[in-house]
C-alpha cells in the first residue's frame, strides 16, 4: 500500500509559477514509477506526466512539455511537480499516481492522491 497526498495548489496568475508536492507514506515508494495527471471540470482525467524510480528519465505530454518538470526525491518519499509559464487552460485538479509500469493511461496507475486544486487566473 502507498497513500499519497498532494500539496501545493493554489490561484497563479498566467506566465506564474509553482510546484506541487506529492507526499507517500508506505512502503517501497522508490519502487514506483511516479505519474502527474490533471483533470479540468467536465473533463476526462489528463496525463501529465510521469518520473522512473530512479529519477533519470521523464516523460512529458505534449500540452506541458518545456514548461512543466518532475522530479522526485526518494529520501524525502515525494515526487515534485515544477510548473512554470502557466497558461489558464493549466486550470485543473492535479493528482500524482504510483505505478509498476512506464503508462500513460490514468488506468494503470495503482494509487492516487486526493488532488490539489491550480487555478490559473488569466
Known amino acids: 500500500q502507498v497513500q499519497l497526498v498532494e500539496s501545493g495548489g493554489r490561484l497563479v496568475q498566467t506566465g506564474g509559477s509553482l510546484r506541487l508536492s506529492c507526499a507517500a507514506s508506505?512502503?517501497?515508494?522508490?519502487?514506483?514509477?511516479m505519474g502527474w495527471f490533471r483533470q479540468a471540470p467536465g473533463k476526462e482525467r489528463e496525463f501529465v506526466g510521469y518520473i522512473n524510480w530512479t529519477g533519470d528519465h521523464t516523460y512529458y505530454a505534449d500540452s506541458v512539455k518545456g514548461r512543466f518538470t518532475i522530479s522526485r526525491d526518494n529520501a524525502k518519499n515525494t515526487v515534485y511537480l515544477q510548473m512554470t509559464s502557466v497558461k489558464p487552460e493549466d486550470t485543473a485538479v492535479y493528482y500524482c499516481?504510483?505505478?509498476?509500469?512506464?503508462?500513460?493511461?490514468?488506468?494503470?496507475?495503482?494509487?492516487w492522491g486526493q488532488g490539489t486544486q491550480v487555478t490559473v487566473s488569466s
Open positions: 508506505g512502503r517501497s515508494f522508490s519502487s514506483y514509477v
Open positions: 499516481a504510483a505505478a509498476r509500469l512506464f503508462i500513460v493511461s490514468p488506468n494503470g496507475y495503482d494509487y
